[in-house]
């Protein structure tokens, strides 16, 4: 019997340890984990404007998250951004929150504090049960800014004449480093970018009028520094008026039985549309794509100036079509599509050898559906230069070409029915008129003689 009791005593201690001891030892083992809550603070860059939107996502995979506290420090005083406390869930107590992103906007100005340096601090909590039950914390400070005046921008340059389809350079000097800064014409934005010169604060921007846009169009600047502060302003400008001129292009069907078969591979699946529907679709949705390539190729720019003096002219070339001349295309006497023709046409002998108008980089040499075998060169601060309809192409992207270096010779391909090189130039994706490029007094009174002031050498 005493035995008995003994093995009894023995089981219930093992039935104990099993039971309880272990389990509560788990438990235990699980809720004092020791990893500590993570911070990612979105802080880039680390200035305060008027407005500040500050988001952060905070973490804690193993006990969950349990408090936040955020707080800003200027001048010996600290104001409370955000102050937040997570619930628990379960019979082991954790936090039900284990990841959650926050957004606080901080207008530092009605806190009452004052432009100049500051401390953002950050401390979160979990609900580990480590350090008697206060648990596991992490804690931030980051160095900040706040800054809620308005950058200033001085106009260095004066004249700034443009027409519809025209380029004009403007040259300023920022009072602080700036985000972004350029100019607006109308809706369309003209990125400005550092001269270059010992003062980092003087910018250049090229701009240019549509040929669509023109008197009354809204030309101003505008500079957004660090701190998402906004100044626009206006600058002496003066548009001039142009008219373009109409022209007709009569499609034949020998043109459509001579053209469209090169264009097979962009026709795929339209083999049971008549011909002058394929031809339509050409002239319009894959001119709309090739818009959007040369978006895309004239988005960026090298910011150094390759060209100097005049651009060059297809020596010895007649114009067959002029930069915006209004398009209406006929067939069997009917108008059946209106285009803009967005370059100048020139006609030499077939193959002739194109040189590069100036200097530049190419950018692009590739076919390009309407355009056919086309190059791009970039010519620095957002001006390019296209040769279309090549027959032959000589240069790589990426090259460096000088003036007059030969491109390659002219030719049909693409939306082309006789051998000419298609010429145009662009302020990023705007087309301009080559005719003021290849004016050395335009380009000596408008462009040049605004370098000169700055002390640019180009
Ligand atoms: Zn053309």
Redesign the pocket.
Known sequence: MKEKNKNIKWWLVVLFVVCFFVPSLVVLFIRMEKEAPQIKLDLDPAVFGMKKDLTMTLSDEKSGLKKVWVGLFKDGREVVLLEKEFPTSGWLRKGSVNRVPLAVAVKPKELGFTDGEGMLRLVATDYSWRGWGKGNHTYIEKQIKIDTKSPRIEVLSDAHNISPGGTALAIYKLSESCEKSGIWVGDHFYPGYPAGLADPDIFMAFFALAHDQGKGTTIQLEAVDMAGNRTKAGFYHYIKKKTFRKDTIRISDNFLASKLPEFEALLAGRSQQSPIDRFLYINRDIRGENKQTIDRITANCEEKIYWKGVFRRLPGSATR?RFADQRTYTYKGKAIDHQV?L?E?LASSAHSSIPAANGGKVVFAEYLGIYGNTIILDHGFGLFSLY?HLSGMDVETGQTVNRGEILGRTGKTGLAGGDHL?FSMLVHDTFVTPREWWDASWINNNISSKLKSIGYVE
């Open positions: 079509s023709h370059g046409d279309a298609h």
